[in-house]
């Protein structure tokens, strides 16, 4: 396969163009490359140098990432941005990104993903962004409680950034919005959650969700988002045979 080819893959399982009005990142190639068939493709959350140049030991010819460059803005090719261009150049190597299709996809996306972990069921959308749900609410069947949730969302045993242990056990209704969505907790609230769980927290929230009785799990942004460049590079590999590999450099935010 070539970076066409991918491109091509990579649309038909992922909704890129159906997020063109509400995800202002460049979702698809950002950076590409000279031509040739591509063998490996690295995953990693973050498109960073260190990022890069793991790739690049690793053979890839493309690296798949959820956090790329452009944020809808015009940017200056100098500075740090210039030295990861370089790096990609000097490795021949494309960059692909998948911002908000990652997020909301039923069944690649990071928050499905953390909705099979946490042992959602009867699942809805939920988390409204510009008239998008990227994350999920459904039951808990049997019921759990708080450890028990902090388990399965942090299976690595790691701590979470926040944690609010509410007044509702055991968790019958929980809802996960990944990365930074703290204020969606307001959401969760008024939806009746026993509990919420997203990447990151905020001061801003705290007392209404104390208040409230619901309990919040902010997992970490990275530590939720791995998921779904996971999922994605596990269905490359199954159905078109290529080599892949996922790059772990967690920031502990």
Known sequence: MDLKDLDVWFRSNLDLDGFSRVDDSLNGVQVGRSGGTIGQVAFAVDACAETIRRAALAGAQLL??????????????????????RLLVEADMALYACHLPLDAHPELGNNAVLARMLGLTELVGFGEHHGV?????????????????????????????????????????????????????????????????????????????????IGFIAAGHYATEVWGVRAVAEKLARETGLRTSFIDLPTGL
Do not use: C, Q
């Open 64 to 85: 798949f990432v959820h956090h790329g460059f452009f944020w809808g803005k015009n940017l200056r090719l100098e500075g740090a941005l210039l030295e990861r261009i």
């Open 133 to 213: 749900k990227l994350g999920f609410a459904g039951t808990l069947e049997p019921p759990i409680d708080l450890a028990e949730a902090v388990k399965r969302v942090l299976p690595d045993l790691s701590a979470p950034r926040a944690l609010i242990p509410g007044r509702r056990s055991p968790i019958r209704r929980a809802a996960v919005v990944s990365g930074g969505a703290p204020f969606e907790a307001f959401e969760a609230i008024e939806s009746g959650m026993d509990l919420y769980v997203t990447g990151e927290s905020s001061h801003s929230v705290y007392h209404a969700v104390v208040e409230s009785g």
